[in-house]
T-cell receptor, first 114, second 114 residues
Framework: DTEVTQTPKHLVMGMTNKKSLKCEQHMGHRAMYWYKQKAKKPPELMFVYSYEKLSINESVPSRFSPECPNSSLLNLHLHALQPEDSALYLC?????????????FGPGTRLTVT | AQRVTQPEKLLSVFKGAPVELKCNYSYSGSPELFWYVQYSRQRLQLLLRHISRESIKGFTADLNKGETSFHLKKPFAQEEDSAMYYCALRGFMYSGGGADGLTFGKGTHLIIQP
């Protein structure tokens, strides 16, 4: 299996809801990432996990809460989001977190906050 | 701070013509540079990276540290090259080892006309 999968593909949630995005890879990669991509903009890094430990949080609001339960799974828990949080959320993984390793991207979850 | 600049939002060329997508970067250390491509309705995928010095789908890119550039070139464009192209940089921003995620340029939408 050489793909990063993300579920759900689409998610619509209200501002008071709690939901989670899921990302999975079975390539044995030890680094995983969350990016946010607004329409017609490039992806922006949110979080980096290396060996299941959070190594980078790019000053993301606490209403986004990442979790890495094991080396294959990465979750993003969402609570009390704002309409401006509507975006495509991309997960990626790489063999290690060193800079020269390729990052493999998932197809993304398109989130709409109403 | 690290930054990637892609000056052209949109580039339209005829099939068979040469293509050059510009990318300039700003980074105080030794960065790793990448080109990612996103075809219509497909996920973001790596096209090439400077460390490999390879040609993928006829594309090449040379890192010019003096000019802090990593332009993407192809001598003869093909219609299937139409896509969104992102230049990306990855460097060691944080102490404690390990690299951070990718910093993307704003992207260039390449359209190859028949």
């Amino acid at each position: 299996d050489t793909e990063v999968t993300q579920t759900p593909k689409h998610l619509v949630m209200g501002m008071t809801n709690k939901k989670s995005l899921k990302c999975e890879q079975h390539m044995g990669h030890r680094a995983m990432y969350w990016y946010k991509q607004k329409a017609k903009k490039p992806p922006e890094l949110m979080f980096v996990y290396s060996y299941e430990k959070l190594s980078i949080n790019e000053s993301v609001p606490s209403r986004f809460s990442p979790e890495c339960p094991n080396s294959s799974l990465l979750n993003l828990h969402l609570h009390a989001l704002q309409p401006e949080d509507s975006a495509l959320y991309l997960c990626a993984s790489s063999q290690e977190s060193a800079s020269f390793y390729e990052q493999y991207f998932g197809p993304g979850t398109r989130l709409t906050v109403t | 701070a690290q930054r990637v600049t892609q000056p052209e939002k949109l580039l339209s060329v005829f099939k068979g013509a040469p293509v050059e997508l510009k990318c300039n970067y700003s980074y105080s250390g030794s960065p790793e540079l990448f080109w990612y491509v996103q075809y219509s309705r497909q996920r973001l995928q790596l096209l090439l990276r400077h460390i490999s010095r390879e040609s993928i789908k006829g594309f090449t890119a040379d890192l010019n540290k003096g000019e802090t550039s990593f332009h993407l070139k192809k001598p003869f464009a093909q219609e299937e090259d139409s896509a969104m192209y992102y230049c990306a940089l990855r460097g060691f921003m944080y102490s404690g080892g390990g690299a951070d995620g990718l910093t993307f340029g704003k992207g260039t939408h390449l359209i190859i006309q028949p």
